[in-house]
């Protein structure tokens, strides 16, 4: 079985999670779990902001507004899943007493993120002459 299979069958059965190595101090699996949350607040305000984007700038290009909605959703759908995997990987590392494990995520979705706000800014800046 691939890690990946693997690791997604963990999503879906915590308690094969804690079948290995021993239990963390609650306080660190608590917070794991507030880390999980606050990645799932990100992705929906992400989701949320690749519809206001789609349904509330009408007068952009489609190309405009499809690029910068779906860059939105993508973003939004990649930290949802990346979350649940992040908690999986976090909560394994602690019970073994290993590192916490390191993610590429946060930049991704930062670069994601400072892309529709460059274009956001040339869209203000440049828009009301309604070349866009």
């Known amino acids: 079985m691939t890690g990946w299979v693997r690791s997604l069958r963990l999503w879906f059965s915590p308690e094969r999670v804690r079948a ?3 239990t963390p101090d609650y306080r660190f699996s608590l ?11 990100t992705a929906l305000a992400l989701i949320g902001a690749g519809f206001a984007v789609d349904q509330f700038l009408p007068e952009l290009r489609w190309a405009v507004r499809a690029a910068m909605a779906l860059g939105l959703l993508v973003a939004g759908v990649l930290c949802a899943l990346r979350a649940v995997n992040h908690w999986v990987r976090c909560e394994q590392a602690m019970r073994r007493g290993d590192d916490l494990p390191v993610s590429r995520l ?3 979705l930062s670069l994601v993120v400072a892309l ?4 956001m800014v040339a ?3 440049l828009g009301r002459e309604g070349n866009w």
């Open 20 to 22: 290995d190595g021993r």
């Open 31 to 41: 917070a794991n779990e507030r880390t999980f949350l606050a990645w799932l607040r």
């Open 106 to 108: 946060p930049a991704v």
């Open 116 to 119: 529709v706000a460059l274009v």
């Open 123 to 125: 869209v203000v800046l």
